[in-house]
C-alpha cells in the first residue's frame, strides 16, 4: 500500500515538474513560434501554429548587421566575467579559509547593493560615463558588468570555497605540500567546479543584462539587448522580426547553458570526507 | 626515531586558554593515546605537536630537537585525520603518492612503495578508485597508506576510527595494532573510546581542560588512578563512587568501587538493592541497582546472573579493591 502512494507521488511530482518547467519555458517557445509567423499573422492573436517563414530571419539580419551587436556581446559576456574572476578569486579565498569577525558583514553589504533598483543610479553613472568618455565603449560597458555582478560572483566562489574543508589542506600541508604546491594541487583542482559554474553563471547574467547595455550604449559597443530593442521603437512595433531578433540573441547562450547545465549543478565535495 | 618532548607547552585561542601549560615525554616506538572529554584540547595538543597550530608557549622537541618554529612538513610526522581528509580529485594511488611526490622521490621508487603499501593494506584492487568510490574502512586505509609510505618518524592519529561502524572499528583497531607492531614507530592516537584507549596504548595521557591528570599504562589508570576524575573516566561502565556514611567509614571523603568488584548474591550480603535495569550480554551481566542508603550502584558479574527489573538482591564491595579519595579527590 505504501508503494502505491509512493509510486503515485512519484508520477504527480513528476508531472508537476514538467508543467513548473514547460510554464517557464512556455515565452521562449512562443518566441521562436512567433519568429517564424508573417507580421499579420504575429498580431492576429494566439496561435501556436506558424506559417514558417524564414523571412523575418533575412529582414532582421539585412536591415540590421547581428554579426557586430553578438560580437559585443561575446566581449562583454567573457570579459566582465574574467575581470569579475580575477578581483573575486582572492576576495572570496580570504573571506573563506580566514574570515574575519567582519567578514559576513562584508558580504551582507556587498550583497545589498544588488537590492538597489539600478535607476536610482541612472543618473549619475550616465553623466560619470559622459564625462568620462565612456558611453558606448567596450572598457566602459565591461566595467559596469563587472561591478553589477562582483557581489553575485563573490557570494557564489565564498560558498563554494567554504566547502572546501579545512583539513585536506592541512592534510596537504603535513605531507610537505608548500603553499605555492597546495594551491596547485589541491586548492584550485577542487575548486575548479565551483569556478566553472560561476564563470558560466556570470557570462549567462551579463550576455542578458539588459538596463545598462541598452541605456549605455548606441552603436559601436551596442550588445544583442539593445539590438532586440532596436526593433520595438522608433517604426512601430513588428512582433515577428522582434521575435526572430530575440530568437538569435537568446540562441547563443541557450546553446551554452544546454551543453554546461551538468557543471552548473555539479556540486563541489565529491566524498572526500564523509 | 620518533621520541616527542613537550617543555610547558601552552595554547591560547583569543581569551581562551585551551591549555595552561604542558610537560609530557614520548618515548620512540611508543603507542600513546590521548583521551579525555570532549573539548578538553586532545585535538589541539595534537594539532601542536604535528604544527598545524602554533604554540603560545613552550617548547617542543623531536628527537632532541626543537622544532617548534618548524612548518608541519619539517617536523617529519604523519597525520592521520577523523575525515580522512583525502584528495577527493585523484585517484587512491596518487593520494598514497602524494607525500612522495612533494619529497621528490624518483618515479620507480614511488610506485613501488605504493605498491608495498597498497598491499600491506589490501588496497591493490582499488588503486586506480577515486576516493568517493570507497568504503569508510577503505577510505581511512587509504589515508593510513599516505601516512606510512613517507616512513614518518611518528603518526598522529586523530579520532581515526570513530566515523566506523562497531565491527570495522573493532578489525581497524587490531590492523592499526598490527601495524604498530610491524612499523615500531611511535604513534599518538586520539580517542574517546574506552576500549580503544586501554587495548592499543603503551601509555595512556587522560586530559581533562587542557591539563595532565595522570600519564600511565593502561592497567596503571585502572587499578591505580590518581584522582577521581581518572578514575570516574577510565573503565566502563564507570566506578561507583560513593559519599558519606561508608566513605568515612572508611576515612575517606569518597570511595570509588568498580562495577566488577562487588560479590552478587540472592540471599545475603552487606547491602541490598533492587534491580532497575538488567542487561545480560551473555558474556556479562550488568545491574543497575538503587541500593538501599547508598543510591545508585552498577555492578557487573561474569558470565549470566539471571536478575530482572524489580528483583531484591545482596551485593558486598570487595573491601581490597577500594580506590579512596580524600577531600581534594586525589587517592589516598
Ligand atoms: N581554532 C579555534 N579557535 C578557538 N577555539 C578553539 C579552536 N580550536 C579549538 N578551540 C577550543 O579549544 C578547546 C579544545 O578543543 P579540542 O578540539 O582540542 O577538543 P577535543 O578534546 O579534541 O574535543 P573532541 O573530543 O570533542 O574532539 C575547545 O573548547 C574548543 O572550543
Ligand atoms: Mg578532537
Given at each position: 500500500m505504501a508503494r502505491v502512494v509512493t509510486r503515485q507521488h512519484k508520477v504527480i511530482a513528476t508531472i508537476a515538474a514538467w508543467l513548473v518547467a514547460f510554464l517557464i519555458f512556455f515565452p521562449i517557445l512562443y518566441t521562436i513560434i512567433t519568429s517564424l509567423k508573417t507580421e499579420p499573422e504575429a498580431i492576429a492573436g494566439f496561435s501556436l501554429i506558424p506559417s514558417g517563414t524564414f523571412e523575418n530571419y533575412i529582414t532582421v539580419q539585412t536591415r540590421n548587421d547581428y554579426i557586430r551587436p553578438f560580437m559585443n556581446s561575446v566581449i562583454l559576456a567573457v570579459g566582465s566575467t574574467i575581470l569579475a574572476l580575477i578581483i573575486a578569486i582572492p576576495a572570496a579565498w580570504a573571506m573563506a579559509f580566514s574570515p574575519t569577525k567582519r567578514t559576513k558583514d562584508v558580504l551582507m553589504w556587498m550583497l545589498s547593493t544588488k537590492m538597489m533598483p539600478a535607476v536610482a543610479v541612472l543618473v549619475p553613472i550616465y553623466l560619470m560615463f559622459r564625462d568620462f568618455g565612456l558611453l558606448d565603449t567596450h572598457i566602459g560597458l565591461t566595467v559596469m558588468l563587472t561591478l553589477i555582478n562582483l557581489p553575485i560572483v563573490v557570494w557564489m566562489l565564498y560558498t563554494y570555497f567554504r566547502e572546501i574543508p579545512g583539513e585536506i589542506l592541512e592534510a596537504a600541508r603535513m605531507d610537505g605540500a608548500g603553499l605555492w604546491q597546495e594551491i596547485v594541487y589541491v586548492l584550485t583542482p577542487m575548486a575548479v567546479p565551483g569556478i566553472a559554474s560561476t564563470l558560466l553563471l556570470n557570462i549567462i547574467l551579463a550576455w542578458n543584462e539588459s538596463f545598462w547595455t541598452i541605456r549605455l550604449?548606441?552603436?559601436?559597443?551596442?550588445?544583442l539587448t539593445a539590438f532586440i530593442a532596436s526593433f520595438s521603437s522608433p517604426q512601430g512595433l513588428f512582433w515577428a522580426k522582434l521575435s526572430a531578433a530575440s530568437t538569435m540573441a537568446i540562441a547563443p547562450i541557450l546553446i551554452l547553458g544546454w551543453f554546461s547545465q551538468k557543471q552548473l549543478v555539479r556540486g563541489l565535495t565529491f566524498g572526500a570526507v564523509k | 626515531m620518533g621520541s616527542i618532548t613537550l617543555n610547558k607547552v601552552s595554547k591560547s585561542f583569543g581569551e581562551a586558554k585551551v591549555i595552561p601549560s604542558i610537560d609530557l615525554e614520548i618515548v620512540d616506538g611508543e603507542f600513546v593515546v590521548f583521551v579525555g572529554p570532549s573539548g578538553c584540547g586532545k585535538s589541539t595538543l595534537l594539532r601542536l605537536i604535528a604544527g598545524l597550530e602554533d604554540v603560545s608557549g613552550g617548547k617542543i622537541m623531536i628527537d632532541g630537537k626543537d622544532v617548534t618554529d618548524n612548518a608541519p612538513a619539517q617536523r617529519g610526522l604523519a597525520m592521520v585525520f577523523q575525515s580522512y581528509a583525502?584528495?577527493?580529485?585523484?585517484s587512491v594511488r596518487n593520494n598514497i603518492a602524494f607525500p612522495l611526490k612533494m619529497a621528490k622521490v624518483d618515479k620507480a621508487a614511488i610506485d613501488q612503495k605504493v605498491t608495498d603499501a597498497a598491499r600491506v593494506l589490501n588496497l591493490t584492487d582499488y588503486l586506480e578508485r577515486r576516493p568517493s568510490q570507497l568504503s569508510g574502512g577503505q577510505r581511512q586505509r587509504v589515508a593510513i597508506g599516505r601516512a606510512i609510505v613517507r616512513e614518518p618518524s611518528a603518526f598522529l592519529f586523530d579520532e581515526p576510527l570513530s566515523n566506523l561502524d562497531a565491527a570495522l572499528r573493532g578489525t581497524m583497531r587490531l590492523e592499526i595494532t598490527q601495524l604498530h607492531h610491524q612499523l615500531k614507530t611511535t604513534m599518538v592516537y586520539v580517542t574517546h573510546d574506552q576500549v580503544e584507549a586501554m587495548t592499543m596504548a603503551d601509555k595512556i595521557v587522560v586530559l581533562n581542560r587542557g591539563n595532565i591528570e595522570q600519564v600511565g599504562s593502561p592497567l596503571d589508570l585502572y587499578s591505580r588512578p590518581r584522582n577521581i576524575f581518572v578514575a570516574g573516566f577510565i573503565g566502563s561502565p564507570k566506578m561507583n563512587l560513593i559519599e558519606d556514611d561508608y566513605a568515612r567509614s572508611k576515612g575517606a571523603k569518597t570511595v570509588g568501587i568498580r562495577p566488577e568488584h562487588f560479590t552478587l548474591s540472592r540471599d545475603s550480603g552487606l547491602w541490598s538493592g533492587t534491580v532497575k535495569v538488567a542487561e545480560h550480554l551473555g558474556s556479562d551481566t550488568f545491574l543497575h541497582l538503587d541500593v538501599d542508603g547508598i543510591g545508585h550502584i552498577n555492578a557487573r558479574c561474569d558470565g549470566e546472573f539471571g536478575a530482572r527489573h524489580g528483583d531484591r538482591i545482596f551485593l558486598t564491595p570487595n573491601e581490597t579493591k577500594l580506590h579512596r579519595f580524600n577531600e581534594q579527590g586525589l587517592a589516598i
Open positions: 550604449t548606441t552603436t559601436t559597443a551596442a550588445p | 583525502l584528495y577527493p580529485h585523484m
